[in-house]
């Protein structure tokens, strides 16, 4: 029996590296074809035309830092798998990387094991996931090859979190950067330098000056500069290349670039806040739901952060989606301890479509790169995610690029029930998101099914394979 067909006629192509006009056809959980006016009379009654005349095509958006159902601070996001991958399908995105902690009793296979026992049933959208390590030793040390096995290739360290217990001893970072090299794992790094966090926070706490608006004071761009830099140039002592998490600072780029003048292999992400909100929002009514870690900066990190976007030397945007409701950001007004992160994974590709390509700073292939391909390739999952090439999953976005729209917290799906972006007017959205041949997401709605997501074991990042 022939699987069933999905047929996108009249659509614009996009992929990293090309755009042009041209038909797409689905079959079952894969792209088919691609080619100019497919014969659409084989294709039967039960099988679907879809007009996307005028539309582009896109691979579906990767969101490869996100924080769905965290338990954190004695308390648990307001997004679980399903809520939070809905509101992300809704947006465009079709695969997410979450967060597997380091756990207390639990080996890193127990972890990631009970990670995947939660997502299962619940996601919408595939995932893979990053593991948290806290500590190292030779029992983390054998731990590391069951990561591998199943299928896990990148892992999280904190340079800062110390009183928290994220943090992993700065004694330990150079025996894990060996082992990670020798097993081509690719390290992820929260950069802040904790030291420099800590004698703010001691220095700024004894004036009694722990209100939002002290919090870019408390965890000043310096710090993320100093973080960079240090574990930058262990990197290049190891061999070992290093992935930047949430680049927010103007410093943290030159840092980024110093490192690499000096032979170092380094890579990083930024996110949609980083490059469209600053500092001056911690002063406003209600400054908590503006507070997350690293903390918003000034204009000119913000455009330090497009250029370093725009020139390559930072290869791409991720949200840190980390949803709290406004009930639990406010229940508290100590930067210190107000509860650290914002949505966004469903505002991403609009924001950044907007305010990147809308704004003539990059084209559209080089809008897929840094939502879809370069995440793919550094996350082992290109190119059944990221491309658009047949053979591989249907993971598409269809985006309107003139559809105007005034970002709300109303048409978006978050369980935060705010939006960090209210207000903010934009030219192009997505309208429909395809995941393995299913539409799962029309018009801003999502209908697609819960617990159709699955989870993928990623391969050794392409950053490994760089000459
Ligand atoms: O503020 C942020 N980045 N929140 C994410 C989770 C965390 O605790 O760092
Ligand atoms: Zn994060």
């Known amino acids: 029996m022939q699987q069933k067909r999905k047929l996108l006629k009249g659509g614009i192509i996009v992929t990293d590296n090309q755009m042009y006009k041209s038909d797409l056809l689905i079959e079952g959980e894969k792209i088919l074809q691609i080619a100019e006016d497919i014969d659409s009379t084989e294709l039967t009654a039960a099988q679907q035309i879809i007009d996307v005349s005028g539309k582009l095509i896109m691979p579906g958006v990767i969101d490869p830092h996100t924080h769905f ?44 094991n009970r990670r995947i026992a939660e997502a299962r049933d619940q996601t919408v959208l595939d995932y893979t996931l990053h593991q948290t390590i806290t500590h190292f030793d030779n029992q983390v040390s054998q731990q590391l090859d069951e990561l591998l096995e199943l299928g896990i290739n990148s892992i999280k360290i904190f340079t800062t979190y110390r009183r928290e217990g994220y943090m992993i001893p700065r004694t330990e970072w150079e025996q894990v950067f060996h082992r990670l090299r020798e097993l081509q794992i690719l390290p992820t790094v929260h950069a802040e330098d904790d030291e420099l966090v800590v004698r703010r926070e001691a220095e700024y706490g004894a004036k009694d000056q722990c209100s939002p608006e002290m919090h870019p004071k408390i965890r000043p761009a310096e710090s993320e500069a100093l973080a960079v ?53 911690v002063l406003e009514p209600e400054a908590q739901q503006f507070i997350m870690t690293p903390p918003l900066r000034t204009t000119q990190d913000r455009q330090a952060l497009w250029e370093g976007l725009r020139l390559g030397e930072i290869q791409l945007v991720a949200t840190d989606h980390c949803s709290f409701t406004l009930e639990q950001k406010l229940a508290d007004d100590n930067c210190l301890t107000i509860l650290p992160g914002i949505p966004g994974s469903e505002t991403m590709l609009p924001l950044i479509h907007h305010f990147g390509v809308g704004q003539g700073l990059f084209d559209y292939p080089q809008l897929v790169k840094i939502l879809s391909t370069s995440a793919a390739k550094i996350f082992g999952l290109y190119p059944e995610k990221g491309s658009l090439l047949p053979g591989t999953d249907a993971d598409i976005v269809v985006f309107d690029p ?57 391969s050794v990042s392409s950053l490994y394979c760089v000459e």
């Open 69 to 112: 159902q965290l338990r954190s601070r004695n308390t648990i996001t307001a997004d679980d798998f399903a809520r939070g991958s809905i509101s992300a399908a809704c947006g465009g995105v079709t695969t997410f990387i979450d967060y597997s902690d380091h756990l207390p009793g639990l080996s890193l296979k127990e972890a990631v």
């Open 229 to 281: 830099e240090e574990i930058g140039n262990l990197g290049k002592k190891v061999g070992l290349p290093v992935y930047i998490a949430h680049l927010s600072s103007q410093v943290g780029c030159q840092a980024l670039q110093r490192v690499k003048r000096a032979g170092g292999q380094i890579y990083a992400e930024t996110t949609p806040h980083y490059l469209l909100l600053t500092e001056d929002k």
């Open 402 to 458: 003139v559809k105007s729209v005034v970002l709300c917290t109303e048409m978006l799906h978050s369980a935060a029930g705010y939006t960090p972006f209210d207000g903010i007017e934009l030219t192009g959205y997505p309208i429909m998101t395809i995941l393995r041949g299913e539409i799962i997401a029309r018009e801003g709605e999502f209908c697609g099914q819960t617990g159709y997501g699955k989870f993928l074991k990623s």
